[in-house]
C-alpha cells in the first residue's frame, strides 16, 4: 500500500557491526548510492533525506566516494566520544567525525547502554559536545519489554526519564528539527521482527514533540513493506532503520515505497 506524504522524511540507515570488511562496506555503499540516485531521477525520493551510518573504520574511504560519487546521501556515525582529543583510548571525537564528512551521530544507542554499559550522564556529555561541535543528534531513546508489559503509560513515563536525563542542560525545546531527532525505539522490537504499532509510535511522537522540539523517527524492524505505515503520519518524522538497511535493494524499496 502506499500513501502519500507531505512531508520531506528522514530515513538514517544505522549498519550497527556490518558489514564484514571494507570492501564489502564500499560495494553496499555503492550500490544504494546508485539506487537512491535511480529513485531520485524517477521523481520517487524527492521528499527523503537518507542519512547512511556506517562503522568508524568504513566512514573516511565511504565520505570520499560520496564526494566522488556526488551522492545525495547524507553521512553519520554510530556513536562518540565526550572529549575531543586526548588519552582515551579507542575513542573518536565530533570534530573528527566532521572532519570526515559526518553531519550526523547516533547517540545512546540500546545495543550502546546494553553492551557498554553506557549512563544517561554519559549520553547527555556525547550530546552537549557533538551539539556545540554542529553535528546533528540522532538520540535514541526506548523501554524493555518488562516495562512495556505494563502499558504505553509505563513506556512513557520510561522515555521521560530516560530524556530528561540524556538532555539535562540542553535547551531542547529551542534546539529545533535540525539539531535534534529523536528516535524512538522500543527495544522488544529491534531486530525482532516484532515492530511496534504505528498508533504506539504516534502516540509516543506526539508525547515528546510535546515539550521537545525535535525531529521523531521510529525504530525497530522497519522494513520496505512496513515503513510507509509510520512515514505516513506528519508526527513521524521518518525511522531509523537496521537489519534492512544492509541489503541494497531491500533498503532502496524502503526509500522507494515512502
Ligand atoms: P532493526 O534495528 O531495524 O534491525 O530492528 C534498528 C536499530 O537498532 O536501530
Redesign the pocket.
Known sequence: MRYTVSMRKLIVA?W?ENPGNQRAAQKLFGEVARGIGKLRRQSRNRNVEVVLCPPFIYLEEIAAKHRALRTKLQLGAQDVFWEEQGAFTSEVGPKMLKALGAKFVIVG???RRKYAKETDAMINKKIKLALGDGLRVIL?VGEPLSVRKKGISAARAFIKKQLTADLRGIQARNLGARKLVI?Y?PIW????GNNDTPEDAIEIARFIKASISCRFLY????NSKNVAQYVQYKEVDGA??????LRAGEFISLIGNI
Open positions: 544505522n550497527k544507542h540500546s545495543e535514541c528516535a525505539e522490537a529491534i531486530g525482532t525504530g525497530g524492524s522497519v531509523l532503520v537496521g537489519g534492512a538497511s
